[in-house]
């Protein structure tokens, strides 16, 4: 291992270092043979150097990914320990090496971050066992070389027009799960510790830096464990656990230690042993195995950091950041420099994953689903998130580039025209007006309400601060949220919808049992009216927010009348005991219910006889109306919402609101889609509320729509399911008839 640093430390041309290198792992291990293979882009294992075959096979000397015994163990990332190499299978003879004289064979794959990036090999003439130390100790002096390659200290090496594995462009299809594009270059969010000082100087001291940093992480999460704020109860409390079920692995340990008397610092062993792992469990697909290496994985990171503190990289300068995570939470999306993120690609995440919300908020591009990103990524990659189609695009070569660049351009006009209707009413052609709102919840969305020229707020996610938050909002924390939207309203109308939690929306400071249909559990209104002090608590700090002004306050996932009467007497008891102690009232408080759940659908009068409006969460309505859980891809897009039988559900609302004088809103993602923006209107909504970037193309569908003949085509016929054309298909006929972007 010192011969190695030595070499490592020479001003040396690269072939040269390699042959030095090749040469000297021979001559310890006694092996007549030591050669070094390097992944290429384009899946070819090609010779680099040599110690024992023939010199002119250097680069020319070839094996494709999992042929022969080294592309197995490239494909595998596997070792492979042979005393009779060409009895094995995957044998191949390759005759510019003249290597058939050769009988036993030990290769490892080279290892970076989980990646392979080429093989080492030893070989000899007589049929002997490697033993497993000479095992372990070529598996070190690997990895000393694919920090090489990484560093590129290969260049120079590579003939021309030919890439090594580490640059190949990669494209992942993963899911679209916030609109936009975005060109930059990568940051990993958990940092890669990059261990820059390898060899140890000395075995036993290493051993005891080991041994000191993995007592401070056992003693770190014994800490959250016992903390009730962090560790709860639920998920939270299980990944902890299994932390410290593998922080005691003492097989775990023991190859760590194992790494440190080959040669390796602490820190170089935790890499080491971390990279074997995560390259042999990477291809799994139980998911419950995945999910423990990627808790080993956090944990070694953890050790690497208190080994080692954070990366030395500085990347908070980066403008165009692409943050690639395994997932994150919704806080450390809001720990970014605002206007420093171009977009965000997670390994995992869903349409109504905290931190997608926020995203979103924010006009984040985010592609989720993307298996495999963040080990495939260093940072300052070159990476296109395209949240349109749902594909990545690592180090893209130029013809991909150029096509996102044309797009990103078209887009770019096209949010230029958007934002040339901002000043125009929200007016149809034939002259109706429709009023269109915007969906918040967090204090980034405000500027939005001023950029979209949205006529206010149709739905306030109160739950998004509780989400975002690593502790209950304190009343006050509440009171000022509501107070600094009502301001930055400035007089238009913002309704608020009570907290929305429980189900799938988890707090982690709540505790709450887990359910086996958690979108039809315990959550909303229900948990509200039983446990009427998060209730009351917001309540008032709404009605102390609005003092003077008007307050709109909104019910979620209403399912009987009763509940409106019950929630409304909530409010009134707040009323009277703010009016007792000389609070100012709202000068005007409205109170209204969404409609998500199907059973008010047959309550509607007397729905409406209780509220002053109510506001379709159709995203919640169509799942519960056609028994598809809106979070499961699998069956999420099945059916269509704009069909004829939820069209009728949705006018038996309109008209029960015309019946009362109730105004009707919808505040589902439907009424930021234009072509289902259209059939609504056409339908009869006049007042949708949407995430603020669907504004623009809302409205310049809106400008170019004669509601009263779409009315009229609906009425006629559209209703009807007509053989061979879905209401979809004819909404697009008339769309593209009467020429209305959708
Ligand atoms: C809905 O269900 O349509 C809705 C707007 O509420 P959320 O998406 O927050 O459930
Ligand atoms: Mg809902």
Redesign the pocket.
Known sequence: MRRIRELMAERLDPQTRLDQIVRLIAQNMVAEVCSLYVLRADAVLELYATEGLNPGSVHLAQLRLGEGLVGTIAATARPLNLSDAQKHPAFTYLPETGEEIFNSFLGVPVLRAGRTLGVLVVQNKSARVYRDEESEALETVAMVVAEMIAAGGLEGLTRPGVALDLTRPVSFEGVALSEGIGIGRVVLHEPRVVVTNLFNENAEVEVDRLGEALGFLRVSIEDMLARRDIAGEGEHRAVLEAYRMFAHDRGWVRRLEEAVRNGLTAEAAVEKVQSDMRARMMHLTDPYIRERLHDFDDLANRLLRQLIGRGEDDLSELTDAVVVARQMGAAELLDYRRGQIRGLVLEEGAA?SHVVIVARALGVPVVGQVKGAVSMSENRDAIIVDGEDGSVHLRPPQEIEALFADKVRFRAERQQRYRSLRDVPSRTKDGVDIHLQM?AGLLVDLPQLDESAAEGIG?F?T?LQFMVASTMPRASDQERLYSAVLDAAAGRPVTF?TL?VGGD?VLPYLSQASEENPALGYRALRLALDRPGLMRTQLRALLKAASGRELRVMF??VTDVSEVRRARELIDRELTHLGRFGYTLPRDLKIGA?I?VPALLFQLDALMASLDFV?????????FFSAVD?GNTRVAGRFDDLSAPFFRALKMILDAGNRHAVPVT????MAGRPLSAMALIGLGFRSI?MAPPSIGPVKAMIVALDAGRLTEVMDEHLLEARPGRTLRQQLMDFAKAHAIPY
């Open positions: 109504t969906n739905l996610r739950e919808r929305d929306k979620p996932m969404m998500e506001s379709v969460g159709s995203n919640d309505l169509f799942q809106r919808l505040c589902g993602e509320s």
